[in-house]
């Protein structure tokens, strides 16, 4: 807690020029409202609110392409399920929970094929975690993306609900050589990554709810992956098929795409685990601060590997970096949404944020990341964003 | 953990007459689907989803009535906006967040009235709590509810995000006769509360945002009180007026009706705190178990007064308890999860659950709540509910 949270003064904000006007003293409260339309079994929300996710849709199949969160718009730590972000490589289908079936087979001692109804008679577990795509910030190492939910729009957070994998892979009976598995999507592409069985007895589950209610058909209905921490697409979608094998399937997503091009020309595969990163939302760019005073500068954080143990914050350009206060709770593998009150004096500056994880890595800086990748590839990048902020409020990529 | 969660074999499940029809081996992938439509900014469910909310909607004023959420159907602990409770007394007002208003005035050294935008400027704070309609189970004492949506579904939870009230106040300035406040809505019947400041200078936030996005135009859209623990319409929706004051409004809300009438005659008023319960909510009423074998218990349990420190089981109607496990986050005023293995023989029995909180307080049994509140009023209700499993495998209340 720094002086601004707790003022000696009564009066929290300074009420510079930009709240004067705004805050009035007035006795008298406004009318009421008439009383609207009838009420439903299923809320819409109001046709007020327009954030909606920037979709980028590719001609080449119906429904194929990616669309962004818009984090600069949201609040908390979990995603609206409306709003999750979404990268499809052959569409979207349209399947009937239930006729869809997953099949469990290759290195195990019985070939098992589950309806839904069977996968929720096994024990079930929820957790609140995040998805990030490891295209996540694709520009980003060689470019300026603009605003944060072009920049950091690839990553969503919800609470899933769904079967430890463990118990399932037990139920069908592992083969002793049976050391990775291919997940394959029941998408027209049949979208397939391979994955240690090491992970799929960790803290894998096949996830069939999203924040309460049954996925989202673009989140995978009736049935997704759900790999805590680990890269987006290895969060296989619309899950029909887990294949035990004894190698890697070398699919195009593990080979074509995902790999990090690394300066001397090799590429590097299975990057599996999402590295730490955090992300100013508010104020970020495209944006403008009404005017000097206070602002509240608040983002998320997260790591593949566990919990965020602290993020801190820079309003000088990174000379010098204050702790920011962290929102409880504060869950493994899981967005967190941090805090730091600041007061802008009203001359540009630059404001960044950078976090460190339970394992003490430290976010890198652009160039940090830079040094050691190369520009070949952006894919899991996590490098510090920082956002200039103009004498005019108006905030930009820095 | 209990030895089903463990199992020495490697199935799982003893695949009884129920699943061994279901899970078969098969060699064959099923066909993908083909991609379906465009990617949309704004997401719906899946058309094969039909949870709803059920509605009992008044005649006498448009959009007036209860809708209850659809516990039985739902995961984890965050409930869909889409599917969060409703108890409207005077319809659900249409407004317009650029033309709201939120006036601070009473007992005040500065009467105030903030935009939304005003609001924003402040420190913000999200947290995920329940709330739950003084009048939930408010037939239960007499009767039995069959299912646990007519039973227990004005209870929802939510991650909520607002401005905390006690910074707003002091932007205000309290004086110190100032000892409530009456909050007011924008509904057509101006719905309000009497709310004692030391509550407002505790956990009391203005919220802005649920779940994410801007609240739902149900859930007081654009700005609603939210007092973490007590009973629902203190959350004041449609939030327009805090008028500091010295004594209760005894508004009808407070005195007509949410009172307690003793057996004495005489009301208690003013019960704030949610009392811990907790509630089964698979298996539960109209659901049917497909047969005997492994079948997880699971439901959720909440206290106005904290964390839940424990839930506990019965499978024998009562005769003995287990500990049920809690799923993480246990988190103070919010709902949690609560699993049990079972393995049901086939026979008629009763499965309960009850709670205790972090104070200590054990939930009663429905005679233990009648012998002390009798049955003149059924708010406030949070009595041990009961299962009767059937040897059919349907479920109704016991």
Redesign the interface.
């Known amino acids: 807690m720094t002086e601004?949270?707790t003022?000696p003064r009564?009066?929290?904000?300074a009420l510079g020029a930009s709240?004067a006007g705004?805050?009035?003293?007035?006795?008298?409260?406004?009318a009421?409202?008439?009383?609207?339309?009838?009420?439903?079994?299923?809320?819409?929300?109001?046709p007020?609110?327009k954030?909606?996710?920037?979709?980028r849709?590719l001609t080449k199949?119906?429904?194929?392409?990616s669309?962004r969160t818009p984090l600069g718009?949201?609040?908390?730590?979990?995603?609206?399920?409306?709003?999750?972000f979404?990268r499809?490589h052959?569409?979207?289908?349209?399947?009937?929970?239930?006729?869809?079936?997953l099949?469990v087979?290759g290195l195990v001692?019985?070939?098992?094929?589950?309806?839904l109804?069977?996968l929720k008679?096994?024990?079930?577990?929820?957790r609140?975690c995040f998805i990030e795509c490891g295209g996540n910030s694709i520009g980003e190492p060689g470019a300026n993306l603009p605003d944060v939910q072009k920049s950091h729009g690839l990553l969503s957070c919800s609470?899933?609900?769904g079967v430890p994998l463990s118990?399932v892979l037990?139920?069908a009976?592992l083969k002793p050589e049976a050391t990775w598995m291919i997940a394959?999507?029941?998408?027209?592409?049949?979208m397939s990554r391979s994955i240690p069985v090491s992970k799929a007895l960790d803290d894998a589950f096949l996830a069939?709810?999203q924040?309460?209610?049954?996925l989202?058909?673009?989140q995978g209905?009736?049935l997704r992956l759900l790999l805590p921490g680990w890269e987006g697409n290895t969060n296989v979608k619309?899950l029909?098929?887990l294949q035990l094998v004894d190698q890697p399937a070398m699919s195009a997503k593990e080979t074509a795409n995902y790999t990090d091009l690394m300066p001397d020309g090799k590429a590097q595969q299975f990057t599996f685990v999402m590295e730490a990163r955090s992300v100013i939302t508010r104020p970020s760019g495209g944006q403008k601060l009404?005017g000097p005073g206070?602002?509240?500068i608040?983002g998320l954080a997260w790591s593949g590997y566990g919990k965020i143990a602290r993020v801190e914050v820079s309003t000088d350009a990174g000379q010098t970096w204050a702790d920011a206060e962290l929102?409880a709770?504060v869950?493994s593998k899981a967005a967190v949404?941090f805090?730091y009150?600041w007061r802008w004096d009203g001359k540009e500056t630059v404001i960044a944020c950078r976090c460190t994880d339970e394992t003490g890595y430290l976010q890198p800086t652009r160039d940090e990341f830079i040094a050691v990748r190369g520009l070949n590839s952006g894919y899991h990048y996590n490098g510090i964003k920082p956002w200039r902020v103009n004498a005019d409020g108006t905030v930009t990529h820095a």
């Not at 394959?184 to 049949?190: C, S, T």
């Open positions: 601004e949270l003022p009564r009066r929290f904000l709240l705004a805050v009035v003293a007035c006795r008298k409260a406004p009421p409202s008439e009383s609207g339309a009838h009420m439903r079994g299923y809320g819409e929300r109001s007020h609110e954030s909606v996710r920037v979709v849709e199949s119906l429904g194929t392409g669309s718009e949201l609040h908390g730590i979990i995603t609206p399920s409306a709003l999750h979404e499809h052959s569409g979207v289908p349209a399947l009937d929970p239930a006729a869809h079936r099949l087979d001692e019985r070939p098992l094929t589950f309806s109804d069977d008679r096994f024990p079930s577990a929820s609140v609470e899933w609900t118990i037990k139920e009976g394959e999507g029941a998408d027209a592409g049949r069939y709810a924040n309460g209610e049954a989202r058909p673009e209905y009736p619309w029909h098929r009404a206070f602002h509240e608040t929102q709770p869950l949404r805090r009150p």
